[in-house]
């Protein structure tokens, strides 16, 4: 292991917090070395695996990841935003949609996926959900044994570090795990609005993580003393001197290794530093690279829809359905609702004040909002038809500050979004207004619309094509609308009505021939400036041998080969109403301990 310069400058200015934390060591694996497993992919997944699998001393384990060190910007929480225009980001866009993203540059809707230590959860804003136990009882009902609510919070409970006091004694959180859970520690009169409008429209007051996720909340984050508490930061720092454990960074893996008359795979081949390597795995390949990242190394390495791989010359080793399934869920953020008070709302103006500066060094102010997210609800509409009462279809996410107050245009560069677009909304509007604006994204939780992601060739260096399919099933847009309202609904609370609060209401470019406010005119918003929350999962669907559209097995084997896993968001079948970092995190888990009892008689 060995610290470069870059490593050395980059976490200078990240002092570690306790013994927990400080730098991972650089490994260089050398060409043909063998290690009993490979992880590929270092994100919300990979770490936790790498973690629990290294506990077992006789195995060694390699985990490889194509990006470097968190930093110290990287830990801010309201920062989050801002991270997803730096290289921690692979930069992938979505091709044209058909119903989204059509105002946006290139009119592609941007898919930004972490390439870092710890991936997505460094760039994620921090949310901690769970979803409804019944999304987890449906996995069971389409054939996966096992991952039943019951038998899945264990695990969800066993990573966890419940910060928060009022739930340290609560039968739904874990103590003493290595993720820290915490609320964030400012707030602001915008805070006991939100609460109060929840209370006005009957909503309770609630842990979503708890026994009912309908209800309104201050957001859970993966939050360590106001910082962010990534997967890498809570599973690997802490082990990162395990002597079984190596962590190549800047490693990017172009293919796995498999035998074709056998279909074991062997091990991978990886670029670094420019130079071609293999490694072998004497136990098993496993494959965290995410949603994305997963679906496209198993193409490329010939599993996959024979037909698609036929047509890009790639010899089909098994045909399986990878890449179908994709679900995302979709939001609504264009809105911005003016305040005539000040000091409720966040901007970048304030953000980047020295006095929030200082407060962030003492863990607290205005930069510990978890991606600048303040308040959470949860809501049944009436497209939730397939739903039991007590499972949500909407979420609303409340930000501490708005599009509008995007002065220096970072959040437009992360969505997406225009110059020319901000300024016909939002160009009118004083820069007072601006500054005191806050949002209320409608959150689509229950899509009902599939993507696909295919390759674009087999050339590893070319991004795979990604086709989310955003609202091709109309019921979709209808429940994204009645989100926009419910959003409405809480502003004409006596709550928010205190701070004279209203919509901003000039039109958004090409729906000005709608009425301002009609269904028509919500519809074409939403068509134009809906992006992702970036919740891509389920292209590596798990289901059983018997389901057509199962890639891996309920333990998470690829079907048809030998020694080859995948753990990540992309095994979800179907997607829960949750933000999706904690699922993730729970799938390692279990996955963990399913790969410790398949090889138990040969520790
Ligand atoms: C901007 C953003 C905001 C989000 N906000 C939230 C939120 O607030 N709450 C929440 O719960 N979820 C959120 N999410 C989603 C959540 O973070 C992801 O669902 C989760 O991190 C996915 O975990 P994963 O392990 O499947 O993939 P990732 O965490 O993306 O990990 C994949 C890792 O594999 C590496 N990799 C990929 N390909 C290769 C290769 N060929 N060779 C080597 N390494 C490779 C990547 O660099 C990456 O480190 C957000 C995501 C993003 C991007």
Sequence with gaps: ERYNIFDIWTNLFRPPQNENEGFIPDYNPKNGQEYDFIVVGAGSAGCVVANRLSEVPQWKVLLLESGGNENYFSDIPIFAPFLSITPMNWGYTSEPEQKACRDLRGHVCYLPRGKVLGGSSVLNFLIYQRGHPDDYNDWVRMGNDGWSYEEVLPYFKKSENIKIQELKNSTYHGLGGYLDIDHAPYSSSLNTAFREAGEELGYEWND??????????????????????????????????????????????????????????????????????????????????????????????????????????????????????????????????????????????????????????????????????????????????????????????????????DLLGIIRSMLGITDNWYREVYGSLPLEDRQRSFSLNPILIRPRSVGRVTLRSSNFSDQPKIHPNYFEHPDDLQAMKEGVRFAQRVINTNGFQRFGTRLHSAPFPNCEG?????????????????????????????????????????????????????????????????????????IAEKASDLIKEDWEGSI
Excluded at 532 to 538: A, E, S
Excluded at 577 to 585: D, K, M, Q
Aim: hydrophobic share 40%.
């Design 208 to 405: 979503p993580n708890g026994e009912k996720l309908i209800g309104f909340s201050k957001p859970q984050a993966t939050m360590r003393n106001g910082k962010r508490c990534s997967s890498s930061k809570a599973f690997l720092e802490p082990i990162r001197f395990r002597r079984n454990l190596k962590v190549s960074k800047h490693s990017t893996v172009t293919r796995i290794i498999i035998d074709p008359f056998t279909n074991i795979a062997k091990g991978v081949e990886f670029i670094k530093n420019n130079k071609r390597r293999k490694v072998y795995a004497r136990r098993e390949v496993i494959l965290s690279a995410g949603s994305i990242g997963s679906a496209q190394l198993l193409m490329l390495s010939g599993v996959g829809p024979k037909e698609h791989l036929r047509e890009l010359g790639i010899n089909n080793l098994v045909n399986l359905p990878v890449g179908y399934n994709l679900q995302d869920h979709v939001t609504f953020s264009g809105n911005a609702f003016i305040v005539n008070a000040s000091g409720l709302c966040i901007n970048d103006i304030t953000a980047a004040s020295p006095s929030s500066a200082a407060a962030y060094m003492m863990g607290d102010g205005p930069l510990t909002i978890p991606g600048g997210a303040a308040g959470l609800a949860f809501t049944q509409t009436e497209f939730a038809r397939d739903l039991a009462p007590g499972r949500p279809d909407i979420e609303l996410v409340m930000g501490a500050g708005s599009l509008a107050g």
């Design 514 to 586: 709608f009425l301002f406010n009609s269904d028509e005119y919500w519809e074409c918003a939403i068509m134009q400036t809906s992006i992702t929350l970036d919740h891509q999962v389920g292209t590596c669907k798990m289901g059983p041998k018997s389901d057509p559209t199962a890639v891996v097995s309920p333990r998470l084997l690829v079907h048809g080969m030998q020694r080859l896993r995948v753990v990540d968001a992309s095994v979800i079948p179907r997607i829960p109403a949750s933000h999706t970092h904690a699922p993730v995190v729970m």
